[in-house]
């Protein structure tokens, strides 16, 4: 079974597994300073800044929809096993921005970076900015 996350205009998200579906968070406005990234980490698959976010690290790569980012995904993470082959010590992390509404299916993002067996982690910017 699959989970799937969509962002909604207002600032919530949609999430749904199988016949169950939850809206999630409510649309507020960040404190001056707050920081409004949250990270969790599983498998190690981190996903982060599932919301709007001001300050976007350099390094980050931009995918304008979801077959992009899953691509985008593979090829850091093949890119991160060719040097971990080579002897590079602990999980890369690796940055994308993905803008706009769109359904993610976790399940099809961490197969992307190698499963149970990741070789990045992955930090994924969602910007709820629909235009």
Same mark, same amino acid.
């Given at each position: 079974?699959?989970?799937?996350?969509?962002?909604?205009?207002?600032?919530?998200?949609?999430?749904?597994?199988?016949?169950?579906?939850?809206?999630?968070?409510?649309?507020?406005a960040p404190?001056?300073?707050?920081?409004v990234?949250?990270?969790?980490h599983?498998?190690?698959?981190?996903?982060t800044?599932?919301a709007?976010?001001?300050?976007l690290?350099?390094?980050?790569?931009?995918? %304008?929809?979801?077959?992009?980012?899953i #691509? $985008?995904?593979?090829?850091?993470?093949?890119? !991160?096993?060719?040097?971990a /082959?080579? *002897?590079?010590?602990? %999980?890369?992390?690796?940055?994308?921005? #993905? $803008?706009g509404?769109?359904?993610?299916d976790? !399940?099809?993002?961490?197969? /992307?970076? *190698?499963g149970?067996?990741p070789t990045?982690l992955?930090?994924?910017?969602w910007?709820?900015?629909?235009?």
């Amino acid at each position: 079974m699959s989970i799937s996350v969509s962002n909604n205009p207002d600032g919530s998200f949609t999430v749904s597994c199988g016949t169950e579906t939850v809206i999630v968070g409510a649309p507020t406005a960040p404190k001056a300073g707050a920081p409004v990234n949250k990270r969790g980490h599983h498998g190690g698959f981190v996903v982060t800044s599932i919301a709007p976010s001001t300050k976007l690290p350099p390094d980050i790569e931009t995918a %304008l929809d979801t077959k992009e980012l899953i #691509l $985008k995904l593979k090829a850091a993470s093949s890119r !991160a096993g060719i040097k971990a /082959s080579a *002897g590079k010590g602990s %999980l890369p992390e690796a940055h994308f921005h #993905l $803008k706009g509404a769109h359904t993610l299916d976790v !399940a099809k993002l961490t197969k /992307s970076i *190698g499963g149970e067996n990741p070789t990045i982690l992955a930090h994924i910017h969602w910007d709820a900015d629909h235009g």
